[in-house]
Antibody
């Protein structure tokens, strides 16, 4: 069974870059779609996109296309979510989750809190 | 695309049943049998309770059930227990590798 462990909380200033990670364990990680989900304070989750570690295939939500970059390193079972220039509105909890079928996210990582403030 | 619509709150007494609705459109809920429901306790990651409209992952009590009619999906929790108090979110595949979530329903066990 896949388990996902995310990197720790980050505090950044507007305009700074950031890369957070999600490390998977289990034989099926490389051949599993892994999604990123944003959850802003007090709001519902938002699906950002999905990554296939085996060949680095990426699919972005139209809402997040061009705003973030999904990448990965299958040799260390890790995928990444990256920003080149953070905004205050990027402040949120970010989760990675395995997506074994359309719309099903299971399991989830523990989340990475990103705070962007001047 | 807009988020799916859920009632902001629902409540019930222990032992009772409660149903939470999730309304979308023919482009998402009504167009695909890929509706999921997630439970989220404060400070925790969401946990899938129902997927593909009515399927339960192993370990989820059979008190949780899902259904769909047209553009509206529903989650029913029977035999309410104190530990069911949480936020519940629906999601639906929306085509073109996109997934939409609802705004969430806070379930209170009275």
């Amino acid at each position: 069974e896949v388990q996902l462990v995310q990197s720790g909380a980050e505090v950044k200033k507007p305009g700074e870059s950031l890369k957070i990670s999600c490390k998977g364990s289990g034989d099926s990680f490389t051949n599993s779609w892994i999604a990123w989900v944003r959850q802003m304070p007090g709001k519902g989750p938002e699906w950002m996109g999905v990554f296939w570690p085996a060949d680095s295939d990426v699919r972005y939500s139209p809402s997040f296309q061009g705003q973030v970059t999904l990448s990965g390193d299958k040799s260390i079972n890790t995928i990444y979510l990256q920003w080149s220039s953070l905004k205050a509105s990027d402040t949120a909890m970010y989760y990675c989750a395995r997506q074994p079928s359309r719309g099903r996210l299971d399991p989830w990582g523990q989340g990475t809190l990103v705070t962007v403030s001047s | 695309q807009s988020a799916l619509t859920q009632p902001p709150s629902a409540s019930g007494s222990p032992g009772q049943s409660v149903t939470i609705s999730c309304t979308g459109s023919s482009s998402d809920v009504g167009g695909y049998n890929y509706v999921s429901w997630y439970q989220q306790h404060p400070g925790k990651a969401p946990k899938v309770m129902i997927y593909e409209v009515s399927k339960r992952p192993s370990g989820v009590p059979d008190r949780f059930s899902g259904s769909k009619s047209g553009n509206t999906a529903s989650l029913t929790v029977s035999g309410l227990q104190a530990e069911d108090e949480a936020d519940y979110y629906c999601s639906s595949y929306a085509g073109s590798n996109n997934v939409l979530f609802g705004g969430g329903t806070k379930l209170t066990v009275l």
